[in-house]
Nanobody, 117 residues
Framework: QVQLVESRGGLVQAGGSLRLSCAASGSISSINFMAWYRQASGKQREMVAVITRGGSTSYADSVKDRFTISRDNAKNTVYLQMDSLKPEDTAVYYC???????????WGQGTQVTVSS
């Protein structure tokens, strides 16, 4: 099993920055990759950023060059640095881990990020 606990989000003005963190526990060594997703009100959940076991990263076009996903292996923590935030980034952000030989999903509890214009 893998458990994920996210930091609290918050309210930030457009153009501002915010960093989310996600602490993983449990079967850490079985994690294949981790990601951040978000879900805006009335919309489907979408992938924001992914980081693989090898450290490769990829981003949704909408956040490329503004968001950065990273990890601290010593702390079993993944971060999402969000810069140049826009009102359309307002959403509930979820940490995600794919783990084990059967690619099992694990989700964090979600944290609200609100960007005011």
């Amino acid at each position: 099993q893998v458990q994920l606990v996210e930091s609290r989000g918050g309210l930030v003005q457009a153009g501002g920055s915010l960093r989310l963190s996600c602490a993983a526990s449990g079967s850490i060594s079985s994690i294949n990759f981790m990601a951040w997703y978000r879900q805006a009100s009335g919309k489907q959940r979408e992938m924001v950023a992914v980081i693989t076991r090898g450290g490769s990263t990829s981003y949704a076009d909408s956040v490329k060059d503004r968001f950065t996903i990273s990890r601290d292996n010593a702390k079993n923590t993944v971060y999402l640095q969000m810069d140049s935030l826009k009102p359309e980034d307002t959403a509930v952000y979820y940490c995600y881990a794919n783990w084990g030989r059967y690619s099992t999903d694990a989700w964090g509890q979600g944290t609200q990020v609100t960007v005011s214009s």
